[in-house]
């Protein structure tokens, strides 16, 4: 089953961000923008030999992020057909597979952007990851493969714990992706694209830089657009990705590419509102890219409130000893109203979602609590 074909085009999702993309941020982001399709950070593929109790806390999801895929690094295929199996049980709707990761100790491994160099491992690590989904479909089980029986403990116990039901999910043949870049030190995105098509992924999500590049210059999408005249007609569909600060760039790709959609990394931290108004694009003609979006602004109120559940969430998820890792999150959500650096300042330095409340309590009786012309109800947040 390719959910991917289910969504209305241009797919507008959430891009994998290591440290940032995680269970809570995730679930916040579904929850109060509704991006189209969300990737787990990246995880990697060996971990699921040595440390299977990080792997399950990097996999876990909750059901309100469907459609959700599973973003995996590496760069060994028998261990892409053993996680592939992974993945599958534990209900994921896709694998993607990392080709794009520019961060030393996973590139000089031979893993993530690496992969360029090496298309001919590409191309197997595909077809491993596709031959365990075909297999795990066909009804292999994880005990077949001489699985840890604590490790296929733990996947039955995150599916109870996720769903509230005992049933395994039901067994689904999931699509297989590819995140990557247009070139490692120059852009050869022409060759690179044909030679992922060969083992036709459903999708090819390019991010507009050279891993040498890393996260520097702009992205360059003449590359992209170049990506999609290659993929026209070979039932791969391409998104594009890179510096994408709203929907009207949004727009304006598509328009200018004909992409088959995109991916919102950076502008989304903090903003999970920003993907409210994809449905507008999905109706606009993006073609001449002068269309304008009617997105009610975000009262500081609901802000708040969000960024409450968020610390919440995360405080469950990670414990009072890992509350630091919010504090990134607090930082980018105290952004363009009255008074944020100050709020931003203080929320540096919170370190349990009660304190995060507090403070927010604090901004409010001492802010004269009126903005957007109405008076702040504070009195929920406690
Ligand atoms: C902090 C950070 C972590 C990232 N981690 C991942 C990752 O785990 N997997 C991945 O495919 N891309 C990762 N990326 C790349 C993003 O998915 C995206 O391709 C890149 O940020 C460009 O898109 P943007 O301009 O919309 O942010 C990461 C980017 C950042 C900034």
């Known amino acids: ?64 992020e469907r459609p959700v895929v599973a973003q995996i690094y590496g760069h060994t295929p028998e261990v892409f057909y053993r996680i592939a199996h992974i993945v599958s049980a534990l209900g994921f709707d896709g694998l993607d597979i990392n080709m794009g990761c520019p961060a030393k100790k996973v590139a000089a491994k031979g893993s993530g ?23 795990w479909f066909e009804g292999q089980n994880l005990g077949d493969l001489k699985f840890d029986p604590e490790m296929i403990e733990k996947i039955r116990l995150a599916n109870r714990l996720r769903t509230g039901l005992e049933e395994t999910p039901a067994r689904r043949l999931i699509p297989v992706s590819i995140k990557t870049r247009i070139g490692y030190d120059r852009v050869v995105v022409s060759e690179w694209t044909q030679s992922l098509l060969e083992e036709k992924p459903s999708i090819i999500s390019l991010h507009g830089r050279t891993l040498t590049q890393k996260y520097t210059g702009t992205a360059d999408w003449d590359a992209i657009a170049l990506a999609v005249r290659t993929a026209k007609n070979s039932g791969t569909l391409i998104l594009g990705n890179g510096d994408l600060r709203d929907m009207k760039d949004v727009c304006r790709r598509v328009g200018e590419t004909e992409v088959d959609g995109v991916l919102l990394g950076r502008s989304a931290q903090g903003n999970p509102w920003i993907f409210r108004t994809k449905d507008q694009i999905k109706q606009t003609p993006c073609l001449t890219g002068t269309a304008s979006f009617h997105h009610a602004p975000v009262s500081l109120e609901e802000r708040f409130k969000v960024i409450l559940e968020h610390s919440r969430h995360f405080e469950k998820q990670w414990g009072i000893p890992g509350f630091v890792g919010m504090r990134k999150h607090l930082a980018w959500y105290c952004r363009g109203f009255e008074r944020a650096a100050e709020l931003r300042s203080q929320m540096v330095r919170v370190n349990s979602a009660a304190e995060v409340a507090d403070r927010l309590n604090n901004y409010a009786t001492s802010s004269g609590q009126t903005f957007h012309d109405r008076p702040l109800a504070f009195g929920g947040i406690a």
């Open 1 to 64: 089953m390719n959910f991917w074909e289910n969504i209305t085009k241009p797919i507008i999702g959430l891009s994998p961000m290591d440290g940032i993309t995680d269970g809570s941020f995730r679930f916040i982001t579904a929850k109060h923008g509704q991006p189209d399709v969300v990737f787990t950070e990246f995880v990697n593929a060996e971990t699921v030999f040595f440390a299977p109790q990080t792997l399950m806390k990097d996999l876990t999801y909750s059901e309100v």
């Open 113 to 135: 952007a690496a992969l360029i160099l090496n298309p001919a491992l590409a191309q197997a690590i595909i077809r491993a990851a596709r031959q365990g989904i075909r297999d």
